[in-house]
């Protein structure tokens, strides 16, 4: 193999990139079945087995974490003890990392996912249950609740949002990230039956009307915007994805791979600049965050 493991919008040669791409596809075969996941949405398996394999290493989990982690220790301040809930936790990265720091439960509703993140991170607690039901009883514990790339999984997204900061105590924390820019949907949106992406207006909206006040709202994973806009402006130019199984996930070469990470989490900086500021951290990115405290 050519370049084996350098992710193919690393490699600018048309022809190349053509001819891998669709040899890539085809080796993928048809699509396995789906199961249903975060409350109400559908996700695919292959996107659980990606998950799964990827989320402890791969430079775009790494990087999210290393981005959000002052906007966790912002909301856990003063209460270090209390609980961290992370609703729709798929197959428990977020929980195995944070749980060394901090008290944290994961709920999801799919079997499949609660049974990779108990076989993964078996000193962490995981609950299999419907969201709504499950909240109820960790609402006097909890200080901080993470929705982190859920909502875009759910039909009724506002009733989700709202379910969970009505479930939400006094001073406690929502914090809610999502998937950013309706122009760079691709087959890897597809593979995770995301229903949406969002615009800064869009998830301004979705908030409008809780009882929240929100700390901040602005994109983020910002400065990898340029390769990854281009990359996925190519894969539907020639409708294919640009990872395994239809999905963007691929794992680069180590150094690479520590790079991508280290300039994602690189944005943690300007976003805990931006708290309390009213003013997005970045204007333009791939994701965006909102940082809501209960009222």
Partial sequence: MLFPGIPRFYIFNSDFIRSRWLAAWERSGQRAGVEYGREGGKVDTLMFDAHARMEAEHWWFVGRR???????????????????????????????????????????????AITAARRNYPEQSFILGAVASELAELAGE??????????????????????????????????????????????????????????????????????????LLSYFNSRLYPPISLARWIGRRLAVSLGQNNTDFAMPPAPVNGLLARLFGGEATALAAALDQGRPAYRQGVSLVALLRRR
Avoid: K, N
């Avoid at 912002?74 to 990265?93: F, I, K, P, Q």
């Avoid at 949907?185 to 597809?190: C, G, I, P, T, Y």
């Fill in 66 to 112: 290393r981005a959000l982690l002052p906007l966790f220790e912002s909301a856990m301040a003063g209460h270090e003890t209390d609980l961290v809930v992370d609703v729709g936790c798929g197959t428990g990265g977020t929980v195995g990392t944070l749980g060394r720091s901090y008290r944290m439960i994961g709920i999801d509703q799919s079997a499949e």
């Fill in 142 to 215: 909890a200080a901080l609740y993470l929705i982190m790339d859920v909502l875009e999984h759910v039909e009724d997204d506002r009733g989700f949002l709202a379910t969970v900061v009505d479930q939400a105590r006094t001073g406690s924390h929502v914090l809610v990230t999502v998937p950013a820019g309706r122009h760079l949907w691709s087959r890897h949106d597809e593979t995770a039956s995301h229903l949406r992406r969002y615009e800064w207006d869009s998830l301004s909206a979705l908030i409008q009307g809780l009882p929240v006040e929100t700390r």
